[in-house]
């Protein structure tokens, strides 16, 4: 195979959890763009629906499913669903998560529950339910977002450190385990990138924002677009020896000691 037609996604069916918008949607953007057929969740069918009409938009044609990742029978009906509508999944990318910013002396047990079910449980989830498919078709991928919390703690983000630092280890252990029957399961870590997420953090005036630029060498936000090349590859058959890997794509912040004020 070429080194060009290896980066090719054509005949993959993948699916992105998470991607009416955001970054999710910038992935399954890419991963379309390289010759995948896309199916995306979402919990909310109003979402849902922008998402559907804002790929159409983009000339994508992405089926979408309302799945909340938590809900095991669910995911499983909608793997099942993607399968008879599209075919086995080929790619699986875990990016819905939520984070909730709250000093953890002050945070009640039921948040950091549910921001573990959302980020580490759910990878989980999903992974259980593709991976006897890719075993069938002979491989496939998987894909984690990680996160600078899977390396790196900061005040009010335990529960979302604890389970980007977890969800780097289920990483690890998926690809430890699976690497024989050819599924390679990889992470990609975004440094800090302009969507709804990290929007309070933007806010005119907020003290992160210069904080951010002091730490990252880059000195400017990421932007979605910073993220499609590293997924297409991790992706695609250019990284078929590639497997328990977290690619940060940080600009350079977990190198950097940060700018001397
Ligand atoms: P976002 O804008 O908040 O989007 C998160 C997506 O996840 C939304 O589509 C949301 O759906 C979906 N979601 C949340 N809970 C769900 C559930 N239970 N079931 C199904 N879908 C659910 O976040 P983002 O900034 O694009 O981040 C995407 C991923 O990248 C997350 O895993 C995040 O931790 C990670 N990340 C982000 C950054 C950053 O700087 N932005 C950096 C590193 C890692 P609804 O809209 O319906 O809630
Ligand atoms: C925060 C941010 C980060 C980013 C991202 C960094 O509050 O520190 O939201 O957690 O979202 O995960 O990689």
């Known amino acids: 195979m070429s080194y060009a037609d290896s980066f090719s996604l054509k005949g993959k069916v993948a699916l992105v959890t998470g991607a009416s918008y955001g970054i999710g949607f910038a992935l399954a953007s890419a991963l379309a763009e ?17 998402g559907v009409e804002a790929y159409k938009a983009a000339g994508i044609d992405a089926k979408g499913y309302i799945c909340d990742v938590t ?3 669910g995911v499983q009906k909608m793997i099942a669903d993607i399968e008879k509508d599209l075919g086995p999944v080929d790619i699986l990318v875990n990016n819905a998560g939520i984070i909730k910013r709250v000093p953890m002396h002050e945070m009640d047990v039921k948040d ?5 079910d959302i ?20 491989g496939g991928k998987i894909i984690n977002i990680c996160s600078m919390m899977s390396e790196l703690g900061r005040e009010t983000v335990s529960a979302y450190a604890a389970a980007k630092g977890g969800l780097k280890m289920l990483t690890r252990n998926i690809a430890s385990e699976y690497g024989a029957l050819n599924i390679q399961c990889n992470g990609i870590g975004p440094g800090y990138i302009e969507t709804p997420q990290t929007a309070p953090l933007r806010e005119p005036g907020h003290p992160f924002n210069s904080f951010i630029l002091a730490k990252t060498p880059a000195n400017r936000w990421g932007t979605t677009e910073d ?3 590293p997924a297409v590859f991790l ?16 600009g350079g912040i977990l190198a950097y000691i940060g700018k001397q004020p």
Request: net charge negative; no cysteine; hydrophobic share 50%.
């Open 34 to 50: 390289a010759g995948a057929t896309i199916a995306f969740n979402d919990i909310n069918e109003e979402f849902l629906k922008k």
């Open 71 to 73: 809900d095991e029978p």
């Open 112 to 116: 950091f529950r549910q921001v573990i």
């Open 119 to 138: 980020d580490l449980t759910a990878p989980f989830i999903l992974a259980k339910a593709v991976i006897p498919g890719m075993i069938k078709q002979g």
């Open 227 to 229: 993220l499609k090349g």
């Open 235 to 250: 992706a695609s058959a250019a990284s078929d020896f590639v497997n328990g890997h977290v690619l940060y794509v940080d």
